[in-house]
């Protein structure tokens, strides 16, 4: 009975400290959230979001940001590895699900989905272009000039 316990204990534990957020300590010097870093424009007045902020932004269920500029995610294209990890960590979904859900949406005649661009540097001049844009990018990319938002 004490072992069993004890690896109770253990796996909860160690679930527990996977599901830990960890919140980069700094914007500029904020590590890779997962293998991206998220961007938006720096005229953008938020530094930094909390982690379930960013599904309701991307799938546009939340549609502006707090000064009332319209949020303008965008994605990376369908075969970027980048976007295959935002979209299981983030979304919490397949890059197919996130497909099948805007496919609904723009069926329904509800909404379209955020452009696809095909690198980092396509997103980070879409990011640079919008006041609202927000996007996602490798680790280590040029950044010229856009803002890494802080995760919470």
């Known amino acids: 009975m004490r072992i069993m316990r004890a690896t109770v204990s253990i796996l909860a534990l160690l679930a527990f400290a996977a599901a830990w957020p960890h919140a980069p300590a700094g914007a500029e010097s904020a590590p890779a959230l997962g293998g991206f870093q998220i961007i938006v424009n720096p005229a953008n007045p938020v530094t930094s979001v909390e982690r379930r902020f960013l599904p309701d932004a991307f799938l546009k269920k939340v549609t502006r940001w707090p000064n009332e500029e319209l949020i ?8 970027s ?72």
């Not at 303008?72 to 075969?79: K, S």
């Not at 001049?125 to 490798?138: E, M, Q, S």
């Open 72 to 79: 303008r995610p965008a994605d990376l294209d369908t075969a």
């Open 81 to 152: 590895p980048v976007r295959r990890r935002f979209s299981e960590q983030v979304l919490r979904r397949s890059v197919a699900a996130v497909k099948s859900y805007w496919q609904q949406l723009v069926f329904s005649g509800r909404d379209v989905p955020p452009p696809e661009l095909d690198t980092d540097w396509q997103m980070v001049r879409y990011v640079l272009k919008y006041p609202g844009a927000i996007g996602y990018i490798t680790p280590g990319a040029n950044l010229d000039g856009v803002k890494i938002l802080t995760v919470r």
